[in-house]
């Protein structure tokens, strides 16, 4: 091994390092998450406590003194009532020039990014993500321009990022991320992927095994890794992986490293473009080529030379590394993005101090006081007399025993024979209500803390009004428990900006050719529908999330206003049906284009 290899080797065996102690100090937030996470699934008794000098959950500690460790989760309706808000209020993507004049580009680059977006299934995956918010206070995306293999063609794409293989600057403030200077995520890569993503000859696919030939012993003919009794979608994952090995035996761990790192390097201006970019010191000779063919290329047409400026500059780069958990180097280079950032979008709320938890965190502490209350309800009434009978023993006759009392009792109709004394006591049957009514109280009171705690009531749930109460107050009532969870929301969508401002990039990095966007609904002119590169070169474009106009309120609001437009004969009948949404809309306005055309109308 030559000297700059093993140079490279201790860098990389540094880098490692680094990354351990990035993921080592986001420990106490992944254990709390997964105890959000376990309260959320309902394994609320799974708390550590020590009794007797042994530790053990609070379920086999109740199961001990013989009770049953009932629950009764209350945690997850609120968190459905929020998703169920996002869903049914759903928002959408806008996309602004700087310049006035480019506002028809931007529209263009509006149907773009839905159309990535509707690609993307973001319905669903922002659900989720929100999902993952509201438990831990994180959620994490990786952007990147792959393949996608159901349409098998390189799109900007977007996935969530476990939060248990997610790694950050630990001495981050700034809730946006501005001030990181590592990021990454932790790798299981089959054998057979590990090879596709990395070799490109035999003698790379080689190398690769010969590098993991420790991780994939345990593998199928095929290269599968053998996952049987491993965490799977029905069993919970650890909380906190191991930096350098698989979680499933088999699989190949590759650690991807984004570090901010500073160095010399080409501050390029291209006056052909007016593009800006950094480029490696290497490439000074390219440039200079270029800048000559150029001037001849200018010479031959008599016009004047659009050159590239170049001059050196320290400055900070994003650059990425794909390290085996060796040392070995799999993958390493500048950010290939024209933004030069990492792809890794990703929110922490609240950051606090540099803290971090979601809105289930807030609810543990009522939760655990309902689930006691109930176990007592349940002991207490276990405890308690349910129809007793008491028989005095001189009303038993000679030929009766306990036994067909009892029977006689339960019977329909039944005749007792009893011995009747003076002064004897007859048998009488004795219900007892032991159940003291102070836990009836703290059981409601506790419900009403968490409604409060978590800042969904009665009237954002859809819950009927008391009798009387008057449709403005109840509407009011709804829309300040909106405010409640106002702040979750908002910095969930400002975290989907964020996301949105990176496709939009890589949108105007990759798409290159011109094609028809068709996916984005018809909310927009027909000419924005067709992309065109040479249109957004050059513009700088900006987004925002606003209020989407897909819900059936937001629908019917404007088939009114239109219909109220159409019946003052300000706007035409065409007019009308293009921006109805009606269901039948379309097929009247392609009836009505083709009788015009005198086109015969296909059934």
Known sequence: MNMGKEDELQRNLALLDVVAKCYGALTDFRQRRQRAVNFYRGRQWSDTVVVNGRPMT?????????????????????????????????????????????????????????????????????????????????????????????????????????????????????????????????????????????????????????????????????????ASAMPSVANPRPASLSVLLPLVPGKCRVVEVWRKECAWRLYCHDFATGSYELRPIADLKVLEQENERRRIKAENLGEAPCLVEFQQQYAPVWRCYHLSPDGHTLYEGDSPYLHGMHPFVFTFYPLVDGE???????????????????????????????????????????????????????????????KA??????????????????????????????ADIGGVHGAIQGKAPTAGTPSSLYAQQSQNSSVNTLDYVASFNQFLQLRDKRLLQLIGQYYTVGHFIGSAGGDYSEAAHYYDPEKVRNVDFDNAIVQGSSTPAFRAMIDDTLLELLRSQHITLDTFLENSSLPFADRILQSIRAKQQNIPIET
Request: glycine content about 6%; aromatic content about 6%.
């Open 356 to 418: 971090c938890w979601g809105l289930v965190e807030d609810l543990i502490d009522q939760q655990k006081i309902i689930n006691r209350n109930m176990i007592l309800f349940d002991f207490i009434n276990s405890a308690s007399a349910k129809g007793v009978l008491l028989v005095p023993e001189e009303c038993i006759p000679d030929d009766y025993t306990l036994e067909d009392i009892a029977d006689e009792w339960a019977r329909y109709n039944g005749v007792i024979k009893i």
């Open 58 to 226: 609070e379920e086999q500690y109740i199961q001990q003194q013989g009770r049953a460790p009932l629950k009764q989760n209350m945690i997850r309706p609120p968190l459905r009532n929020i998703i169920g808000q996002f869903r049914s209020n759903p928002v959408k993507p806008l996309v602004f020039a700087r310049n006035r004049t480019d506002q028809q580009s931007a529209e263009m680059m509006t149907v773009a990014l839905e159309s990535v977006l509707f690609m993307n299934d973001s319905l669903n995956r922002d659900a989720r993500a929100l999902e993952e918010f509201l438990l831990s206070g994180n959620c994490v995306y990786r952007t990147s321009f792959s393949l996608d293999g159901a349409r098998q063609r390189a799109i900007p794409r977007f996935r969530a990022v476990s939060a248990n293989r997610f790694f950050v600057d630990p001495n981050m403030e700034d809730i946006q991320g501005d001030d990181v200077s590592v990021v990454g995520e932790l790798l299981d890569l089959d054998v057979d992927d590990l090879v596709a993503t990395y070799a490109h000859c035999p003698a790379d696919e080689e190398r690769l095994r010969s590098i993991y030939a420790g991780q994939i012993g345990g593998v199928l003919p095929l290269g599968r890794a053998v």
């Open 421 to 450: 004394r003076a002064g004897a006591q007859i048998p009488q049957q004795i219900s007892s209500n032991a159940l003291h009514p102070g836990l009836n109280q703290m059981i409601e009171m506790q419900l009403r803390l968490m």
